[in-house]
């Protein structure tokens, strides 16, 4: 027996039975496999912002009653209340839409509707969660939803007008692609480097090193378990995991290593490529926030400059809002309204402007070129601000510098004429 096998012996109280062994102090879960579940997805810090940013954005979209034949808002329909105030028993409006903008970005946001009997006018609309619902086609090509009553917890079933479903990405037409599905591999990669990231400094920073002996390191040896058992293990895993428990982990950073049995240990210096997962995890980010359509602002990323996010919060609304928005409003007024309201032209719509809101600059002189023009009076500025009507606000007024083209010639000669007659 040499000196390493004595020692390996002695240390794990086992009988014993010109090599290196590899010393792993910074690397990926023993399983080599990452998670890009939606729970394991949101631990990145970008991922879940994107999340956040896109459900709040509709969780806090005003939606309302909209005529479109006198393009008047209706403040007395019934459903006023379900859109802007209370959904259901238990949520506001924010959370219910937030929920189920959240369940929509992970594919499919189904809200049951539940409805008066009699009238089959909507009391409430409940978001049920992932899990809680499948989504199929029945014989007649028509959707059928298989839910968990959210009261009761039985199993019903559900035609298409009595569930609200926002759906992202689809092949099929009935069943949407979550997000996290579609940039599983970024969020792969993402993930891989924070626990790299996390693994290097758990480690104190250290890379990993090679145990170097004479001695032959070839066979097992029998290791006494907790129950009085015997186990082979290889004499290689034993000094590998004998070094890891003495000099891994942060509490064990910069600790002075005694080597005795015939080792020596060489440290692997980690290269300056290797410690570029800093940059790695900036193009990250982008990845991400192209998946979802977020600007690099709004996760503090990228370039900072007023003018530039002025710019891209538009882009973001018009680009990423306005289609997820058209989704809602479209969705909400065939399940939501009666068919009679439908064809008397009433719609569910919602109003973008509460994403703008925080842009006062483009926001004044949006509004005060609509008032010059006429199209705009001052109650119609106070109602997009939610503010109370003054007295005379209904009032248009118009420039008079811009005359039609055709009585131009004749406006010029009668202005040419009262100029001369006051000189």
């Given at each position: 027996m040499n000196a390493l096998e004595r020692g390996l012996?002695?240390?794990?109280?086992?009988?014993?039975?010109?090599?290196?062994?590899?010393?792993?102090r910074l690397g990926l879960a023993d399983s080599g496999t990452i998670r890009t579940d939606a729970d394991a997805a949101m631990r990145l810090s970008t991922v879940n912002r994107c999340i956040e940013i896109?459900?709040?954005?509709?969780?806090?979209?005003?939606?309302?009653?909209?005529?479109?034949?006198?393009?008047?808002?209706?403040?007395?329909?019934?459903?006023?209340?379900?859109?802007?105030?209370?959904?259901?028993?238990?949520?506001?409006?924010?959370?219910?839409?937030?929920?189920?903008?959240?369940?929509?970005?992970?594919?499919n946001g189904i809200a049951w509707i539940r409805r008066d009997p009699s009238t089959l006018r909507p009391l409430e609309y409940i978001p049920i969660p992932k899990g809680r619902y499948t989504v199929s086609l029945d014989s007649n090509g028509s959707q059928r939803y298989t839910i968990q009553h959210p009261y009761t917890g039985e199993t019903i079933v559900c035609g298409r007008m009595d569930v609200l479903h926002m759906m992202a990405f689809s092949r099929n037409g009935y069943s949407g692609i979550s997000y996290l599905e579609r940039a599983s591999e970024v969020i792969r990669g993402a993930r891989a480097s924070q626990e790299y990231m996390t693994s290097?400094?758990?480690?104190?920073?250290?890379?990993?090193?090679?145990?170097?002996?004479?001695?032959?390191?070839?066979?097992t040896l029998k290791v006494k378990q907790a129950d009085g058992s015997e186990k082979e293990v290889s004499k290689k895993d034993l000094v590998r995991s004998e070094w890891e428990k003495v000099h891994s982990g942060p509490s064990n950073a910069g600790r002075i290593a005694v080597l005795d049995m015939?080792?020596?240990?060489?440290?692997?210096?980690?290269?300056?490529?290797?410690?570029?997962?800093?940059?790695?995890?900036?193009?990250?980010?982008?990845?991400?926030?192209?998946f979802f359509g977020v600007p690099l602002y709004k996760l503090q990323a990228g370039k900072q400059s007023y003018d530039s996010n002025e710019q891209n919060s538009i882009e973001y609304v018009v680009g990423t809002l306005h289609p997820i928005t058209t989704q809602w409003e479209q969705e909400l007024t065939y399940k939501l309204l009666t068919p009679r309201e439908a064809e008397q032209g009433l719609?569910?719509?919602?109003?973008?402007m509460a994403e703008l809101r925080g842009d006062f600059r483009s926001?004044?002189?949006?509004?005060?070129?609509?008032?010059?023009?006429?199209?705009?009076?001052?109650?119609?500025?106070?109602?997009?601000?939610d503010m109370p009507d003054v007295d005379g606000g209904d009032d248009r007024y118009a420039s008079l510098n811009y005359v039609p083209l055709a009585q131009w010639a004749e406006l010029s000669a009668k202005r040419a004429e009262t100029r001369g007659g006051g000189g």
């Open positions: 012996a002695s240390i794990m109280g086992a009988a014993p039975v010109k090599n290196a062994v590899t010393v792993q896109l459900s709040d954005s509709m969780g806090k979209m005003p939606f309302f009653i909209y005529d479109s034949r006198s393009r008047q808002k209706l403040s007395d329909h019934p459903l006023c209340e379900l859109l802007g105030a209370r959904p259901n028993q238990w949520q506001t409006a924010f959370a219910a839409k937030k929920q189920l903008e959240a369940e929509r970005i992970n594919g290097y400094y758990t480690n104190g920073g250290q890379p990993s090193g090679v145990l170097k002996t004479e001695s032959d390191l070839a066979g015939g080792l020596d240990y060489k440290p692997l210096s980690a290269s300056n490529r290797d410690m570029q997962f800093v940059e790695q995890s900036d193009l990250s980010v982008q990845d991400i926030a192209r719609q569910i719509r919602g109003n973008m926001r004044a002189e949006w509004y005060r070129t609509m008032r010059e023009t006429g199209a705009f009076s001052v109650n119609d500025i106070l109602a997009l601000e």
